[in-house]
């Protein structure tokens, strides 16, 4: 799932993203929509889907994440957390109950849990609380989503999200107490912030143990190519990360044979395509020599281009792993594939 | 014309550019061209159109003008103008000859000549000391055209430039000399720099009296819509500007009911597109509220959007001038499109 955390996947125009790139579903993030441009605006709207014109899928987050990386200032409490707007300081406080009404007003095709992230490295004890926690407003979350109702004319789905930090007991625990709450989908939440990739492995492959495999698993915020194909072996349904549009914008782009640093010296002159052959604009219209240039040159193109290439390619990449699945190919492909993309051309 | 500085018109892909925007033909920047990338990667790409995949005319400014804008340190003298690089400090000495040789390795199908544009205001005697030299200038430039070839399998053309700053007297002497020369076409230059909106239509009014009709006749860097259409009453055939894009990035777009701040808290709630029915994407697909959400959250999509839009409207304006000369009705219809498009929305 491409990231559109405001209203817009960086640089992407919405007909791009759908048509030539083929994203099916995208992110936004209650945290930044919330603050600005507000629920008054979208609700005035009919909802972010008619606010940005995009008629496919759309999954927002809690904002849980966000108040606890972005904001400076928060009180955490049994009943929500309170938080100073990273924007203009104003305080605000988000509530389970309160993120799924906004999220009925962005009228979001899955929403997400508030949940606790505890940091990491986090003790025991904290982690074990944060869960718990986490547990609490889960139920919460989930008796206000029971009791109201969409405000368009579709469906939402609600996700819950496991926690338990890198602790084996606590994961297990946490996914079965999250599992049992009854969601449409479940979310492994409280990875990648930091912890070694296998421990982000060990834990994801404990929670796709307890899981229910019949409702979608979506492993929150991760990741390279290699971390993707990695965790589908594990088990994992459902990816969002901002990386193919972030290190884009850095001048880094994925590919078949590995990724790119656009702005070394040694592509100046290079009049090749990134990946022959290979479907994004990038790759069928320029050079690297004049991606380079653009990257060098801060040009804006260069943003866009290197942005709308990586996500061709994390798009092609979740297509070739359901081919791959669909045709049991998949655990003869899957390591070699993983060497491939994770060289440094 | 669509400025292109660095081989790129800001944040416009060149396939949106060609089909949906509809430009036929961009300007690049030879002062920036040379110090980034330089001759030698041009030159290996086989020409700026080849560099950059743009299979319509390009036409390449001298890089005078950036010169004398860009550089601090600089020594102008007969042979040409040395200048230090604003990007990293290194020397560099332009000629009426060298820049001749640039825009052969840039295979620009317009090349411009090397001139002085004197600043707004010059005194009579610096003003006639820089046309004169622009005219020397001229002639060399011409001469080092004449006994050079394409580099590639396209004909060039070389445009003269008018200068003489503010005073009647010399527009009309630097007119003159300037068509005897014989250059395929001619630009009216060192106008859109400071002075007032009434002088430099009547110094366009002067030039245009001299330059021969069956020529081309460009006028520099002008200007806004309002500026265009005045100018094409007074003979202007062709024009370039940034203020399409620029102005887009700065959250400002044209209509053909007037200008609209997009940053302006009046549009937060407007649901309404910019201009109903007008052929941009932003118009067609997007409300006033949402590119005011991305424009206030600084978001490349809104820079995008405007910038495309603005570029739309341009070339938008000018199939309607070229209609309107066409069914010989631009006479009645100029003087109020000129009111329309000049008011603030």
Redesign the interface.
């Known amino acids: 799932m491409p990231v559109g955390t405001?209203?817009?996947v960086?640089?992407?125009?919405?007909?791009v993203l759908k048509d030539s790139i083929g994203a099916q579903i995208i992110l936004g993030n209650t945290y930044h929509l919330y603050l600005?441009?507000g629920n008054?605006?979208i609700s005035?709207?009919g909802g972010l889907h008619h606010?940005?014109?995009w008629d496919l899928p759309i999954l927002t987050d809690s904002g849980g994440f966000q108040v606890f990386s972005l904001s400076d200032i928060r009180d955490l409490h049994e009943q929500g957390v309170t938080f100073q707007s990273h924007i203009d300081g104003s305080r605000h406080l988000f509530t389970p109950e309160n993120v799924v009404e906004t999220q009925r007003i962005l009228g979001s095709d899955i929403m997400m849990l508030l949940d606790e992230c505890a940091p990491n490295p986090s003790s025991y004890d904290y982690a074990k609380k944060a869960m718990e926690l986490t547990h609490r407003w889960a139920r919460r979350g989930r008796k206000a989503f029971n009791e109201t109702q969409p405000r368009y004319s579709h469906k939402q789905q609600q996700f819950g999200i496991v926690q338990g930090n890198t602790y084996k007991e606590l994961r297990i625990a946490s996914s079965k107490a999250i599992a049992d709450i009854g969601f449409e989908g479940h979310a492994i939440g409280g990875l990648s912030v930091g912890e070694p990739a296998p421990v982000m492995y060990e834990m994801t492959d404990i929670c796709t143990d307890y899981l229910p495999g019949d409702k979608p698993r979506y492993l929150m915020g991760v990741g390279t190519p290699a971390n993707i194909i990695q965790s589908v072996a594990l088990g994992v349904d459902m990816f969002d990360c901002v990386m193919p549009t972030r290190n884009g914008r850095n001048g880094m782009i994925f590919t078949r044979n590995g990724t790119i640093n656009l702005r070394n010296a040694k592509w100046?002159?290079c009049?090749e395509s990134a990946d022959e052959g290979f479907p994004s604009?990038l790759c069928q219209?320029?050079?690297l020599?004049?991606i380079h240039?653009?990257i060098?040159?801060k040009?804006?193109?260069?943003?866009?281009?290197a942005s709308a290439h990586n996500l061709t390619f994390y798009l092609w990449l979740a297509a070739e792993i359901r081919k791959q699945l669909e045709n049991q190919t998949f655990d003869d492909w899957y390591k070699n594939m993983i060497e491939k993309v994770d060289r440094k051309l």
Chains 1, 2 share one sequence.
């Open positions: 405001l209203g817009t960086k640089s992407i125009p919405q007909p600005r441009p008054k605006i005035k709207a606010f940005i014109n100046k002159d009049f604009e219209n320029h050079s020599a004049y240039h653009l060098r040159s040009e804006l193109l260069g943003l866009y281009l």
